[in-house]
């Protein structure tokens, strides 16, 4: 669980780097320079069955970086994490979920007095590790790549602080096998996100 | 004519010999009063006039008369084994049960309340749920065994077909119901989250209705007009609707009184569906007009099954093993049926004629009084001055019957006695009162039937009664008296001896001069609870509660002699053979067989209805034991055998059931059969049972200890692969049954 949870802070580590790297380099020198940074903080609804019935709700945790690219338009980055132990339904067998999911991607803006809305798509990236007692412990991990769409609105606060109540919704899909016996089960990580963030604006 | 009636029991003893092939030991019949037992379903006649309930771990159905909410009969069969769901043909004439435990589905035509026939096929593996067609020609079983339904032709009474569909439409089916006009059967698939579409014209699965609200689905109801069916959602504490047209979910109740919502009932005029929420032992109430919940009625213990009377006006719901009635006019608990007959049965005595027993129920302040020619329970001897009835005696002319009654524990005052019962009209003509009985317990009477001892636990003295003037004629009272139990007395009726829990000893009392004489003291008593002497007046035997053996006391010197060790928990009660050759000791969940001439345990004897007995007697031609049961209200009858019997080989568990659980994880589903049984019911008890996945009993999956439950799950199978599964009963000496075995496909 240590090497797991190594693996995670350099996942945010190395995110944080490319982000900050691609806005930096982005320096549009016609358009007003404009950079969010925000930390977030959601509750994550499953809508796949199995997701829902094992884990149901779980709080997400996350950064992302916005940069304007051309006039309205922005990309951004974002790594988000959640984890959860909870129980099967069936044999109620503890399970473990930790979910890194990676986030690039573009936004449009629409700014308003006070502040902007916005929606935009991206890929997701998306790392899953579960811990299962089956009763013997099964740990199992993969990497797999999905989508998704958001949408928000970033209300301007004094100072350059921002707050962003956002709602995402991304799908990911994938192929698990299971060790003994090998079987193939289709794994999906899809669901809403209902947060909050708060952040800086260099502008 | 009495020689015709001694005539009469003796060809009524031939006949059941004859009947059962009596096997030495072993319980041939199992009286039961039709005291609900684990009842599982609810099934109403349509002239709404009687109402039947399987007993699952009574083996019958209990037959209930509506008009007077009264328990009239029961429905008894040899083949009826963990009967389970009951329905009744819409003509009234049949009632069809599905027996889970032998995979079979019973037939009992109403008119005479009489199983007429048992359907047994192949196909039926653990038959669960079952459902008539309206027009009453067919009727749909659901098998949990095999995730498949199976169709029974009424007219031939037949299984005929298979509907299954494995793994996709038809999974873990645990309800099913069929829409008015005949044309669909809907089963609830518990472990998919769906409900599967049947089409009864072609008996073919037409789809799945599935919706992201379905949690655990339980039990199914359709409104009367066929428009709508209510699903109950245990896990997910919601009720789904489906609109029946269109094959879809269209939303689903939610309610915060919804509890792990287990049985849906609709009444007949289609206005109100009544859930049973055994998450917080209450029922919804649920108006089908509006689709929500108007009210909730509380009273119950685990609400199961609902099933309401055809006009409406009642609604009858399975409630802590009872049955419960509710006014749905008023929506108000308006009572619980209560059984006559045998209930929480302490205590048996048997006449001197064998021509009856009398069983008193202590916790119901009752006696019931059953004819042993016929094996029933003939009469209930309800009277106030019944109060927790225990021990019993009967005089040896007998005429008169003695029972203790104590009071309640910490009773303020205590109001405990004897009542008299004349035997001639099994009435209670009186009860002998004193101040100084104190929660009195066990009654002897010596043989020459002239006076009565009776132990008073609380205050550590014997009441001594005159039985001519029915009168306390003194105490006897010794300092080493201690929560004295269990009374006997000598055959020459010289001598009575107590056993003394409370210090581990047993007191002598001489008859002649109602004095304590002496006690007996000895490192193996180990709170002695019952004592019990031979016939020939040469040895007593008293059992050790604590410590599980029974001390042999030599009544020539009064010692401890011998010391009978390796009885089963629970064992507190003994009974002599009347040839004096073999000691029956009743414990938790056998009768254990000890030959008096070597004093080892030979055997025990085991049936689902000898579950805690507390008392046995004998007739007094030793061919047949009767055996109170507290925990089954039954009495369960015992073919003996007259000298010491060969030990019986252990023989094979039984019954023996497989369900394929899906412990489904994220990223993988662990396939999982799990594998149940039973003891046998005959032959010694098992150590520990052994299973495996193959006929030459090879490949040992586990060992299961008797004690501990009878399962075993055998993880991580293959999916769509066939599993067969061997197991064998081992004993303590290491002897191995044959073995049983069952198939499943998961």
Redo the contacts between chains.
């Keep these: 669980m240590k090497n797991f949870n190594k693996k995670i802070t350099a996942l945010i580590f190395a995110s944080f780097l490319l982000i900050t790297s691609q806005v930096q380099a982005l320096k549009m020198p016609d358009y007003d320079r404009d950079i969010l940074f925000e930390g977030k903080a959601a509750v994550f609804v499953p809508t796949n069955?199995?997701?829902k019935?094992?884990?149901n709700n779980c709080a997400d945790f996350g950064l992302e970086v916005t940069g304007r690219m051309f006039d309205r338009l922005y990309a951004f980055s974002g790594v988000d994490f959640l984890r959860k132990n909870s129980y099967?339904?069936?044999?109620a067998?503890p399970?473990q979920?930790s979910i890194v999911n990676l986030a690039l991607g573009a936004k449009y803006f629409l700014p308003f007095s006070h502040g902007d809305f916005y929606f935009g798509v991206g890929i997701a990236p998306t790392f899953?590790c579960?811990d299962?007692r089956?009763p013997e412990p099964?740990h199992?991990t993969?990497w797999s790549c999905g989508g998704i769409a958001k949408t928000g609105l970033i209300v301007d606060l004094p100072r350059s602080l921002f707050l962003d109540f956002y709602f995402n919704y991304s799908f990911v899909k994938s192929n698990?096998?299971?060790?003994?016996?090998p079987?193939l089960?289709e794994?999906h990580l899809d669901g809403y996100l209902f947060g909050i963030g708060f952040g800086y604006r260099f502008h | 004519m009495k020689k015709i009636r001694i005539c009469l029991f003796y060809l009524c003893i031939f006949t059941m010999h004859n009947f059962f092939g009596v096997m030495p030991n072993s319980v041939v019949d199992v009286i039961s009063s039709g005291f609900f037992n684990n009842p599982q379903d609810i099934a109403i006649t349509s002239d709404g006039l009687t109402l039947y309930v399987p007993n699952f771990n009574n083996n019958n159905v209990s037959i209930v008369d509506i008009t007077t909410n009264s328990l009239t009969g029961i429905v008894a069969n040899s083949n009826f084994s963990s009967p389970q769901s009951i329905a009744i043909t819409p003509d009234g004439t049949t009632a069809y049960v599905t027996n889970y435990g032998n995979d079979s589905v019973s037939i009992i035509d109403i008119a005479t309340n009489a199983v007429t026939g048992t359907i047994a096929n192949p196909n039926f593996n653990s038959p669960y749920a079952i459902a008539i067609t309206p027009n009453g020609t067919t009727a749909y079983v659901t098998n949990l065994g095999n995730n498949s339904v199976s169709i029974i032709d009424i007219a031939t009474n037949t299984a005929t077909e298979l509907v299954v569909d494995v793994d996709t439409t038809v999974t873990y089916p645990i309800d099913i119901a069929i829409t008015p006009d005949g044309t669909i059967a809907y089963v609830v698939n518990r472990?998919d989250?769906s409900v599967s579409i049947i089409d009864i014209a072609t008996n073919t699965v037409t789809g799945i209705v599935a919706g992201?609200n379905f949690?655990?689905p339980q039990a199914i109801a359709i409104t009367p007009n066929g428009a709508t069916a209510y699903v109950t959602n245990n896990?997910g504490s919601s009720v789904s609707i489906i609109d029946i047209a269109t094959n879809s979910a269209t939303g689903f109740i939610a309610d915060s009184n919804f509890a792990l919502p287990q049985a849906i009932a609709i009444s007949p005029n289609g206005a109100t569906a009544y859930v049973s929420n055994i998450g917080i032992n209450t029922v919804s109430v649920v108006d089908v007009n509006t689709n929500a919940v108007t009210g909730f009625i509380s009273g119950f213990s685990g609400p199961l099954n609902i099933a309401i009377t055809p006009d409406s006006a009642t609604a009858y719901i399975i409630s802590d093993g009872k049955l419960a009635t509710i006014n749905t006019e008023t929506n108000v608990l308006t009572g619980f049926i209560l059984t006559p007959g045998l209930r929480l049965s302490r205590a048996i005595a048997i006449t001197p004629d064998d021509t009856t027993a009398y069983v008193s129920n202590g916790d119901y302040n009752n006696m019931s009084v059953i004819d042993i020619a016929t094996n029933t329970v003939s009469e209930i001897i309800n009277d106030s001055l019944f109060l927790f009835p225990q021990g019993i005696a009967i005089t040896p002319d007998g005429t008169t019957a003695y029972v203790a009654n104590r009071d309640v524990d910490f009773a303020p005052v205590r109001n405990d006695s004897v009542v008299i019962i004349d035997v001639a009209t099994n009435t209670a003509t009186g009860i002998v009162a004193n101040s100084n009985f104190n929660y009195p317990l066990n009654i002897a009477i010596t043989p020459d039937g002239t006076t009565a001892y009776v132990t008073n636990r609380d205050n550590n003295s014997v009441s001594i009664i005159d039985i001519p003037t029915n009168a306390v004629t003194g105490v006897v009272a010794n300092s080493n008296f201690r929560s004295p139990q269990s009374i006997a007395i000598t055959p020459d009726g010289s001598t009575a001896y107590v056993a003394n829990p409370g210090n581990n000893s047993v007191s002598i009392i001489d008859i002649a001069t109602n004095a304590v004489t002496g006690t007996i003291a000895n490192p193996n008593f180990s709170s002695p609870y019952a004592i019990a002497i031979t016939f020939d007046g040469a040895k007593a035997y008293v059992t050790n509660y604590e410590n599980r053996s029974i001390s042999i006391i030599d009544i020539a010197t009064n010692s401890v002699t011998e010391k009978i060790s390796g009885l089963p928990s629970g064992a507190r009660f003994i009974t002599i053979a009347p040839d004096d050759t073999i000691i029956y000791c009743e414990g938790s969940g056998s009768v254990v067989i000890i030959d008096a001439l070597t004093n080892t345990v030979i055997g025990s004897i085991i049936n689902y209805s000898l579950y805690r007995p507390l008392a046995m007697a004998i007739l007094s031609n030793g061919e047949f034991g009767y055996v109170a049961n507290y925990e089954t209200s039954t009495v369960s009858v015992i073919a003996l055998s007259s000298s010491t019997p060969t030990p019986t080989p252990i023989q094979a568990p039984s019954a023996m059931q497989i369900r394929v659980?899906?412990?489904?994880?994220?990223?993988?589903?662990?396939i999982?059969n799990l594998v149940s049984w039973i003891p046998a019911d005959i032959g010694p008890q098992a150590l520990y049972y052994s299973v495996y996945r193959d006929a030459g009993l090879t490949q040992l999956i586990s060992t299961v200890y008797a004690q501990g439950p009878l399962e075993v799950l055998d993880?991580?199978?293959?999916?769509n692969t066939t599993y067969t599964y061997y197991i064998v009963a081992v004993d303590v000496d290491g002897n191995i049954s044959s073995s049983i075995n069952k198939s499943i496909t998961t």
Excluded at chain 2, 661 to 670: A, G, P
Excluded at chain 2, 715 to 719: D, F, L, S
Aim: net charge negative.
């Design positions: 069955d199995t997701l019935d094992i884990y099967t339904t069936e044999l067998s399970t979920l899953l579960t299962d089956t099964l199992q993969q698990s096998y299971s060790n003994s016996p079987q089960q794994t | 472990d989250n992201s949690n655990l896990d659980i899906k412990n489904k994880f994220l990223q993988y589903t662990d999982i993880r991580n199978r293959q999916p």
